[in-house]
């Protein structure tokens, strides 16, 4: 992929299952200028398996694992600084765009 426009975040701690279906939300959306980036700040990387799900499917999506349990402000940062888009957009890991 090259570099995208727009990179959508979701910061996630241990919601694997809201994570699932935000993902496939956030799928469903055919631009291929954006990039899926969720940060898992979890100790045990529980995001890990439906962020490999979804990224089998769609390459946009990609995983960023914390080194360990964060703070929501240090999620936000970790992910801002995974971003490779002009534009960002931070969303939870229980909605999706429609």
Do not use: W
């Amino acid at each position: 992929m090259t570099v995208p426009l727009i990179s959508i975040l979701i910061p996630t701690r241990d919601r694997a299952d809201t994570l699932a279906l935000c993902l496939k939300a956030m799928r469903l959306h055919r631009t291929r200028d954006m990039e899926i980036v969720v940060v898992d700040t979890s100790r045990t990387g529980s995001a890990r398996d439906a962020a490999a799900q979804a990224a089998a499917f769609d390459d946009r999506v990609r995983y960023v694992g914390a080194a360990q349990s964060t703070s929501q402000r240090q999620s936000f940062e970790l992910a801002l600084a995974a971003a490779k888009g002009d534009y960002l957009a931070i969303i939870g890991d229980d909605d999706g765009y429609v």
